[in-house]
């Protein structure tokens, strides 16, 4: 089994928005190294391949999507937590709107699957709805979660 993730916000201003600026300067550079990690599988690339921000969240045009797959849970985390990764994710507030649902969603897939963004969008919906479960969850229900955060 492969872990896959989804990400979803929406961003505070576009690329031309000084407020922005540390944000879109650092989403090449961060795509690439995840690219580059171990236990990277896949990510969501929009049609210039370089990140998803064209891309857009079924039924929101507002709301931006990120989705990767990663041999394990300690791959994601370690890509996540321990890398620049950190203090972008860090920074999320000031980049993104902070809503009061999950944004993020983690499950299991079958090794070779590739997610849709209407899977994903089951998946995160069903974890907002419903807490976690085998079928969606998030950070604070993988075991060594707390790990990674330490981990710097």
């Known amino acids: 089994m ?3 993730q989804v990400n979803i916000g929406r961003v505070l201003g576009g690329k031309d928005d000084p407020r922005m600026a540390d944000f879109y300067d650092n989403l090449a550079r961060v795509n690439q190294m995840a690219e580059r990690m171990p236990g990277f599988v896949w990510r ?3 049609e210039t391949g370089e990140s998803a921000m064209s891309l857009h969240w079924p ?4 709301m931006n999507v990120n989705m990767s797959v990663w041999e394990t849970a300690e791959d994601l985390g370690r890509f996540v937590f321990q890398t620049v ?5 860090a920074r999320k507030a000031d980049f993104f ?3 009061k649902e999950n ?3 983690l499950w ?8 849709t963004l209407e899977e994903a969008k089951d998946r995160l919906g069903h974890l907002n709805a419903h807490g976690p479960s085998d079928f969606a969850f998030g950070w604070a229900d993988l075991p060594s979660a707390h790990l ?3 981990c710097g």
């Open 44 to 46: 969501l690339k929009d």
């Open 59 to 62: 039924g929101d045009p507002t």
């Open 2 to 4: 492969h872990l896959a």
């Open 108 to 115: 299991w897939i079958e090794e070779g699957h590739i997610p």
């Open 85 to 89: 990764h950190r203090r972008i994710y």
């Open 97 to 99: 709107e902070m809503p």
């Open 148 to 150: 990674w955060k330490q």
């Open 103 to 105: 944004t993020v969603a």
